[in-house]
Every structure is written in structure tokens, then in C-alpha cells.
């Protein structure tokens, strides 16, 4: 019997349940503080209590996991944690392709691979001297937004950043990523490959809630003038979203060119959930800022299923449920090697 495990934050909720919803076992690494809200959830068989997730690379929790046969689906709070390094070193088989996810830490990395896949990505600017118009400085790494402003002009940027150095959350300039802000309506897909298969599924699309940026737009001008202030684009929650239906077929092509630029760049390719991130812009075109590599957060607002899974399956399909649908039938075919790392 194989078992389904994760990381006790993100979406392991939404994973864990859809696990037991196809019949499989479910396993948490969770930090003691984080228990008590775990144990509320009868669909969670075992807990396995640790200090740090960083455990999750110790013998001791490897021990477990290898008994119970688990593969362990990676989320946001991995990625967060841990180096690259460390990602890749872990024993247990990983759902999907650990090695992508420095493809995802990595600024550079990340814009290649959106090049190689035909998206359209938003200007970067090489230097604050290069600023001409609104520009949004990110952080590296999965910062969930937090510390990431708005800025139009080096002097203005020189302010913000050295703010941020005030408050502990950069050291310099070389922990900013600069790029050209693109207005619009922001849009987060979230897709599902199987191997298996070979096919793209296209589950659902979600907004961010960020704050406080989004509480900026309640504010009259007047008073948004007034105030000596830092942007954050700090995600505090998800809401549910459909497309036109005339931009889906443009989102199925998104999703299959980014399926073969990671085959060709990062074998053994983009198995299983990623999430492409980006704006609308007044012509209906998408601008890709990000990507995501595994499952985002975003798919809890589909534990039911969404809009997009109600037309592929005849069961409330999350994609937590989908993950380990996967699992089962890999398992079945003798061939889990294929959609583990
Ligand atoms: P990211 O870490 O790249 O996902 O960015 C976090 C948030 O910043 C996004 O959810 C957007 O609200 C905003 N954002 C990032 N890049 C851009 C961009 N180029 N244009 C507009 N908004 C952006």
C-alpha cells in the first residue's frame, strides 16, 4: 500500500484529504506548535511530530515515510524552507520533479525557462539606473510577496530598498529582482500533467488577495499621497475566478508549451501541478510573471472541485485528489518512477 505524506502548512489539508478520498494513507510531518490544529482532522492517520521541517531529511523521518512507502508532495512551505540543495537531497520519492523547483527559487533560471516555453514575460530592468516607469521590485525565493513595492524612479527605489534593509528583510540590491510592472487583471492557472497519460488538465483559476496593496485601492488618492509608505504584496488568501471562455484555449496552449520547454530543460519535465502566474492586459493578453512548480495554495478554494475539474470528472476532483489518483495509478501500472523524483 502506498501512502500520500506532506508538510503540516499550505495546502497539506486539501491533499491529505483528497489522499483518503481515493482510499490511500495519510501521513503529516508537522511541527509540534501545529499539531493542535492537525489533529482536528480525522482524515490524517499519522502525525509525525518535529521541531523543524527540516527533519524531513533526518533518518529518523525517512525511516517512516520508506515503511509506510510514502511519496511526499511538495508545496509553498517547502520550497520556503528549504535550499535547493536540500530539496534534492531528500530520500523519499517526491511527487513530481524536485529538480524544477530550483527553477522556481531561481529568478534566472525561472525567466529562461518562461522564455523557452514562448510565454510573455514583463521587462526586467538590469539596474535601478535603468527605471523609466512603474517597476515592482520582488525578493527572491518563495517570499509570498512579503517586501516586494512599487516604484517609479532610482530615488524612490533607493528610499524603499533602503527601508527594507532597515527592517532585516535585504541585505542590498542583489536581493531584488526589478521588472516592469504590467496593469491589469491578475490570474493565477493551475494545471495538472500526468506522464501517465500524456495530458494537460486545466483545473481552475484563482486571484491573490495581497496585503496591504490591495487595501491601497480603498483609499482616495488624497490620502494615498499623504502617506510615507512601502507596498507589500504579502498573500493573505485566495478566491475562486472563470476565464472568457474564448481565453481558453490560449491558457491549454500556455500550459503544453511550458510542459515541453521543462522536458527539454529539466528532465524528466513538469510532471504533475504548476500554476502559471500573470496579468491580463487590456487586449486580453497574459503577461507571465511567475510560475510555480508543484501544487499552489490557490487550489484550496477547490476542495469540491472547480468549474474547469467539473468538466473532466464525475467526483469533486481537487487537486489534491487528483495528485494521488495519480499515485495509485502509477502504482497499479508498476511504474511510480514516472511521476516521482
Ligand atoms: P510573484 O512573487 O512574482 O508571484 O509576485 C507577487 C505578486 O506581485 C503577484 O501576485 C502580483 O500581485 C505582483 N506582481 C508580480 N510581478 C508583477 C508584474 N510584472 N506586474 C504586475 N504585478 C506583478
Known amino acids: 500500500m502506498t501512502a500520500i505524506a506532506t508538510l503540516g502548512s499550505h495546502c497539506a489539508l486539501q491533499v491529505l484529504k483528497g489522499a483518503k478520498d ?23 492517520d499519522e502525525i509525525i511530530p518535529v521541531d523543524s521541517f527540516l527533519e524531513v531529511l533526518e533518518p529518523r523521518c525517512a525511516r517512516i515515510l520508506e515503511k509506510n512507502k510514502a511519496v511526499l508532495i511538495p508545496h509553498g512551505t517547502l520550497i520556503a524552507q528549504m535550499s535547493s540543495e536540500q530539496i534534492e537531497s531528500i530520500k523519499t520519492p517526491v511527487f513530481g520533479n524536485k529538480w524544477i523547483l530550483r527553477w522556481e527559487s531561481d529568478r534566472n533560471l525561472k525567466e529562461k525557462l518562461m522564455r523557452d516555453a514562448k510565454l510573455d514575460v514583463p521587462k526586467s530592468i538590469p539596474n535601478p539606473d535603468k527605471i523609466k516607469r512603474l517597476t515592482i521590485a520582488k525578493r527572491h525565493g518563495a ?8 516604484t517609479s524612479s532610482k530615488k524612490d527605489y533607493v528610499k524603499k530598498r533602503n527601508q527594507l534593509i532597515k527592517m532585516g528583510l535585504i541585505k542590498g540590491d542583489k536581493d531584488l529582482y526589478l521588472q516592469e510592472y504590467v496593469m491589469g487583471v491578475l490570474a493565477y492557472l493551475q494545471f495538472f500533467y500526468s506522464p501517465l497519460d500524456d495530458n494537460l488538465e486545466f483545473f481552475g483559476v484563482d486571484k491573490r488577495h495581497e496585503s496591504d496593496i490591495e487595501g491601497l ?11 510615507d509608505y512601502i507596498s507589500s504584496f504579502n498573500v493573505i488568501g485566495n478566491s475562486p475566478m472563470v476565464l472568457r471562455e474564448s481565453l481558453l484555449d490560449d491558457v491549454y ?16 519535465g513538469m510532471n504533475g501541478p504548476f500554476c502559471i502566474e500573470g496579468v491580463y492586459d487590456q ?9 510555480s512548480a508543484r501544487i499552489v495554495a490557490g487550489t484550496n478554494i477547490y476542495m469540491e472541485g472547480s468549474p474547469y475539474s467539473a468538466l473532466m470528472y464525475d467526483v469533486p476532483m481537487s487537486m489534491g485528489r487528483r495528485i494521488a489518483r495519480e499515485v495509485k495509478k502509477a502504482k497499479k501500472q508498476n511504474k511510480l518512477d514516472l511521476i516521482t523524483t
Not at 520547454?261 to 524528466?268: I, T
Open 283 to 291: 487586449n486580453g493578453k497574459f503577461w507571465t510573471f511567475e510560475f
Open 22 to 44: 481515493e482510499g490511500l494513507k495519510t501521513l503529516l510531518v508537522c511541527e509540534k506548535r501545529r499539531q493542535r490544529l492537525y489533529k482536528r482532522f480525522d482524515f490524517i
Open 253 to 268: 496552449a500556455m500550459g503544453e508549451r511550458f510542459v515541453e520547454a521543462s522536458r527539454r530543460l529539466v528532465k524528466p
Open 143 to 150: 517570499a509570498g510577496g512579503k517586501g516586494y513595492f512599487l
Open 217 to 227: 485601492g480603498r483609499i482616495p488618492a488624497q490620502e494615498q499621497l499623504g502617506i
